[in-house]
């Protein structure tokens, strides 16, 4: 969070800085030359803020550099007033004044994708400050090569056309809405989805959202994705074929959620759910992003909710050890499905001569009773690893990058596999290969254990059976299994790593934990049948759409003869078949 603030602040600072100074040497020396090449650069910085800070209203920086530029156009044309050039002027200042209005109301206007509508106001609208700034770029060039003045006045009006059109048809849809909604509605309502999955959250977290999306689409029911920031549109988009739509407002909402709409799942507690949970004719459904013993895990939002799916016995537990009450028949425990495709390990395999270890250290959160990150000691665990002549995958938390001294420790890190790898020749894993090219499930396959810190992380491996090492970083000492019991079939590795040694040697020789992790295993993701886990889930959510529902019988087949033949060695008499 430090990290991106400090961008924010840099790009304010470069755009502000040098829209003053552009101005200052266009309008006060005679150097036009340097100054419209400064004015350039601050059209720059006021591209890049926009990049790190979508919101950034740059209008005075605007007006001084049109002013600026104007000034040296004129004198670089030496030919005293020039009508165009007035005109151009009038034309800039008309943008530069409705810009911001009007990306303003383009983003309370509902956006879809994966739907056959296409809303090109609201796109056009949010593209204006970006056009403006192009303009004022091709302007100040203009002005460079001495081009006469009505090519900048071409030039503007073009881009006012557009501002005028995208204007006019906001206005239409302000005073005169259609009957019914707009398109997307009339779309939605020819989907006719039974549920939908509403997202909130800060940018970045869209894998909250793409985790779930195989599974929903396993239902098996027409369904939709509603966001409620709009840069989740796209990478959303991209990862289904469901409708995801943009609704920005409440009353975007009210016409998003069409008729034929009965359910409505959450993966995270952001504040926008109360926003949907007012719709008291849909069943509101959590299921979490993932499953720890992170002191979110048992949030007591979670209360609002009619049902709140759990991966096992453990997550019900765990909210009643927070002293959140919430009655038992809310809870359906439906597994983790997201770990189906995990290979399971039912075999100890202590000792290996060249193990391949995963490290997952987390991000530092929000607030500083959820910050379980290890990094600080990062450096400590992996030349440990090294060692021991292992091979590190690590997989680094998506939002680590916000907290600068975080993204510090990361990158040591990397430099350290990476002068391992070349002197070794062990190829150790990290950055994008780990994090984008690898899924957390082909990491889990690829490893041997685990060091981790608290985190969702753990729940998924624990599913392989693998050992696993967890950080106490908060120094709870003899407390943090009593805080965090998923940590008792694993190895607890002090916070100032001093009992490293101690935790590989268990972790990767002799695993004295083993059989304890499988009693744990059931109590964290459910006793299911691995060949059939993610119907745990499939049948709860369809229950939800039809509580009629129940799953079909699976027919009976006669046994396979290689079978009989075994089952009468064994002096068994035959079974009627349903064909005999």
Not at 40 to 63: F, I, K, Q
Request: proline share 7%.
């Amino acid at each position: 969070m430090r990290g991106d603030l400090v961008r924010k602040l840099i790009a304010r600072a470069a755009t502000t800085g040098l829209a003053v100074l552009a101005f200052l040497v266009l309008a006060l020396t005679g150097a036009t030359g340097w100054g419209l090449a400064l004015a350039v650069a601050a059209l720059a910085a006021a591209g890049w803020e926009r990049r790190v800070r979508p919101s950034a209203d740059s209008t005075a920086e605007s007006v001084l550099l049109a002013a600026g530029i104007l000034v040296g156009y004129a004198r670089r044309l030496d030919a005293g007033f020039d009508p165009a050039l007035a005109a151009t002027a009038l034309v800039l200042l008309g943008l530069v004044l409705l810009v911001g209005p009007l990306r303003q109301a383009g983003d309370l206007e509902i956006r879809a994708a994966n739907l056959p509508v296409r809303a090109w106001t609201p796109l056009v609208a949010g593209r204006l400050g970006d056009a403006l700034l192009v303009l004022l770029a091709a302007v100040a060039l203009a002005a460079a090569l001495v081009l006469p003045a009505f090519v900048a006045l071409l030039l503007a009006l073009a881009v006012g056309a557009g501002a005028g059109a995208v204007a006019l048809d906001l206005a239409r849809r302000r005073l005169r809405p259609g009957a019914g909604g707009g398109a997307v509605a009339g779309a939605l309502r020819a989907h006719r989805p039974e549920f939908l999955l509403h997202f909130s959250a800060p940018p970045g977290s869209e894998y909250q959202v793409t985790m779930w999306l195989p599974y929903l689409e396993r239902i098996g029911r027409p369904f939709l994705v509603m966001v409620r920031e709009p840069e989740f549109l796209a990478p959303i988009a991209a990862a289904t074929t469901a409708p995801v739509v943009y609704c920005p407002t409440l009353k975007a909402m009210d016409e998003a959620l069409v008729p034929s709409l009965k359910v409505a799942f959450y993966v995270n507690h952001g504040a926008k759910n109360s926003h949907c949970i007012r719709f008291t004719q849909l069943t509101h459904v959590q299921i979490h992003h993932g499953d720890s013993d992170k002191a979110p895990s048992a949030n007591p939002v979670s209360a609002i909710f009619d049902r709140i799916f759990v991966a096992g016995p453990a997550a019900i537990d765990r909210y009643a050890r927070a002293g959140v009450d919430i009655p038992a028949e809310k809870f359906v425990v439906v597994g983790r499905p997201q770990v189906e495709s995990i290979e399971v390990r039912r075999e100890s395999t202590p000792g290996l001569a060249n193990p391949t270890v995963l490290y997952t250290p987390t991000w530092t959160g929000h607030h500083a009773d959820a910050n379980y990150c290890s990094l600080p000691v990062g450096e400590t665990i992996v030349r440990g690893l090294l060692a021991r002549g292992a091979t590190v995958i690590l997989r680094a938390h998506p939002y680590t990058g916000q907290n600068p001294a975080s993204a510090r420790q990361l990158a040591r890190l990397t430099e350290l596999l990476a002068a391992d790898r070349a002197r070794t020749g062990r190829q150790h894993v990290w950055g994008a290969a780990a994090s984008r090219e690898m899924s957390l499930v082909d990491c889990v396959n690829r490893s041997d254990a685990l060091v981790s810190d608290v985190s969702g992380v753990i729940s998924d491996y624990l599913y392989s059976g693998k050992p696993y090492a967890v950080t106490d970083m908060g120094g709870d000492g003899d407390r943090f299994v009593e805080r965090f019991p998923l940590a008792g079939s694993g190895y607890v590795l002090r916070r100032d790593a001093a009992n490293l040694d101690e935790v590989l040697g268990n972790l990767l020789d002799t695993d004295p934990r083993a059989s304890a992790r499988w009693a744990t295993r059931s109590r964290y993701l459910g006793d299911f049948p691995a060949q059939q886990y993610a119907e745990a889930f499939l049948a709860a959510a369809r229950r939800e759409l039809n509580p009629a529902w129940t799953p079909p019988v699976p027919p009976r087949h006669p046994p396979h003869p290689v079978a009989l033949i075994k089952k009468f060695a064994a002096g068994a008499r035959p079974e009627p078949t349903e064909t005999s």
